[in-house]
């Protein structure tokens, strides 16, 4: 079953046509990687899917719902996450009151404390900062942060742009590890990165863009073995 479709997706910033028909299905409970050059169409992709871009046309489904109609902030309450290449940690406020922004939609089944009890046991080294201002934390653990600050309300699918950007390697080994514990909890990723290899090992499936479409798409292993094509779509 795909927990997330979108057929024909265009988008536009302004006079400028980005997306050309792009088409991606990820299944329930799959991690797809999004690979490409700088500039193919990942991001603004991704933008799309959680309604952040000024204008698109196109099919777009989440978990049997069209969203296309639908503001971002709704698709969140759906279940759809996302945490943006640039993280937007919001300055003077604690690690603490960042993770409760995430709590915007409610849940009803936990206290906002116990919610940020239990997120913490996920990321020890944000359990230690809760009451440290999150902008003097390192851009790793503001990373964790973004990343802690999207599951705390139990989506279903996360989408990450550019998680491993500008993190030390030790970071994105426990970011790694931390994805893995999420497929095993049943929570969908479509990644958009470009360190290929890494993604590439998370991931079940890789889809390819270039210049605004999908060019390309195969397990990741299949794509991880092939050096032509990685070269001819994805070297910088």
């Not at 406020?93 to 960042?98: G, K, Q, S, Y």
């Not at 990321?123 to 802690?148: D, N, Y």
């Not at 390309?216 to 991880?224: G, H, M, N, Q, T």
Request: with cysteine.
């Amino acid at each position: 079953m795909a927990m997330l479709e979108t057929k024909d997706l265009h988008a536009w910033y302004g006079p400028s046509h980005i997306l050309h028909g792009v088409s991606i299905s990820v299944g329930e409970g799959e991690a797809v990687a999004l690979v490409g050059r700088n500039g193919a169409g990942k991001t603004t992709t991704i933008r799309s899917i959680m309604g952040l871009m000024p204008k698109t046309t196109g099919t777009l489904c989440f978990a049997g719902t069209d969203l296309m109609s639908m503001r971002a902030h709704d698709r969140y309450r759906l279940g759809l996450a996302y945490v943006p290449e640039e993280r937007r940690i919001v300055p003077g406020l604690t690690v603490r009151e960042n993770l409760q922004l995430g709590l915007v939609a409610g849940r009803g089944d936990i206290s906002e404390s116990a919610a940020i009890d239990e997120i913490a046991e996920s990321f020890p080294r944000l359990k230690e900062r809760l009451g440290q201002e999150a902008v003097t934390m390192s851009g790793g653990e503001q990373q964790m942060l973004a990343i802690a600050r999207a599951m705390i309300g139990r989506p279903k699918m996360i989408l990450l742009d550019e998680p491993s950007e500008g993190i030390m390697p030790v970071l994105v080994e426990e970011m790694g590890a931390l994805f893995r514990r999420l497929r095993t909890q049943g929570v969908t990723l479509l990644l958009v990165e470009q360190n290929v290899e890494w993604a590439l090992r998370l991931a079940d499936r890789a889809v390819i863009i270039d210049q605004g479409e999908v060019v390309y798409e195969s397990s990741s292993a299949a794509l991880l073995a092939d050096k032509a094509i990685q070269e001819r779509y994805c070297a910088v």
